[in-house]
C-alpha cells in the first residue's frame, strides 16, 4: 500500500516507517520537516496514497510547562486538517488516528478500562486528544464504506523511547535502591512491537475491524515493583527494593515539584497507580487471542536497546 504517516519522525514514527516498508509498504512521511510538510497539503503537493496514519501530536509534558493552546493546535488542530484531506480524497481508504488512553480517562475507575467508558479526560493533553476524537466521530458518516480507526494506546514503549520508564531504568542501572516498594499497583504497558502488528493488521486489504475506538495494550499488566524486577534482570543488578513509607514519599515527591527534582508528585502517581487497560476488543476485531510479544519480552527488548544507546 502506499501510506502517508504524519509525525514520522517521532518515537513511534521512527519505529513504525520502517516496519511498514519491510513488509512492502510505500511510506511518505509528512511532518514539520522532511519529505512532504503540513505545507504540501493546502498546496495539492501530497503523494497519491491508499491510507493515512496520523502519528502527528504534541506528547504529553510531565514538566507542565506547555501552554494548553499549542496541546489544542498540534493534537487538536493538525487531525482536523489531517482528516479533512482524507475525507475529500475518495481513494484513500483507511485512516488510523493516534489518541491515547488519557483522552478516555486520567485514572481508572473499575477492574480495567474499556473503550466504552464515558470519556472524562483531565488536562489539555488528554482534552485536546478527546476533542480530536470527538471531530472524527462527528464525520464519520462521511466516509461511506472507508475505515477510520482511532487508536489509544497506553504507556508505548520501544527504542527511542524517552519518559518515566528511561528514568527508572538509568535509577536501577546505577545500583540505586528503589524507594516505592510501600506502593502495590498494576498498569498497562504497550510494546512498540505490538503498536507496529496491530497498524500494519488494520491496513490489511482482508482486515475486517469495524470503524471505531480500540484500545492498545500489551496482555499482562505488571506492578512497577515486579517492572524494577525486569530491569535488574535486564542490565544484571540485584533487586534492591525498598518498602518506604507512602507519606514519607509523598512529602518527598512534593519537595520535589518545589527544587524540579525528578521525584515530583505527578511522576510518583504514574509510578505507582493503577491503570489496567483492557485490550480484548482490538484483539476480537484482528482475530487473534493474544499479542504477538507478551509484556516482558516487549520490555526485555526495550532495555536491550537502553543498553546500547
Known sequence: MRIIVTGSHGFVGRNLVPFLKQKGHTVSGLGRFGEYTWADIDTGKMPAADAIVHLAGKAHDTKNATEAKVYFDV??????????????????KTFIFFSSVKAAADKVEGPSLTEDVAPRPVGPYG??????????LSRM????????????????????NKGNLNLLYKVVRLGLPWPLGAFENKRSFCSIKNVCFVVNALLDEGCEAENGIYNLADDEALSTNELVGVICNAVGKPVRIWHMGKGLMTVAARLGDRLHLPLNTERLA???????????????????????????????????????D
Open 141 to 160: 458518516a462521511e466516509c461511506g464504506r472507508r475505515h477510520v480507526y482511532i487508536l489509544r494506546p497506553c504507556m508505548m514503549h520501544g527504542p527511542g
Open 270 to 308: 504514574k509510578l505507582t497507580e493503577n491503570y489496567i487497560v483492557a485490550n480484548t476488543k482490538i484483539k476480537r476485531a484482528l482475530g487473534i487471542t493474544t499479542m504477538p510479544v507478551s509484556t516482558r519480552d516487549g520490555l526485555r527488548y526495550t532495555l536491550e536497546n537502553f543498553n546500547n
Open 127 to 136: 482534552e485536546s486528544k478527546a476533542k480530536a476524537e470527538a471531530y472524527i
Open 75 to 92: 493534537n487538536y488542530g493538525l487531525t482536523v486538517k489531517a482528516f479533512d484531506y482524507f475525507l475529500s480524497h475518495e481513494e484513500i
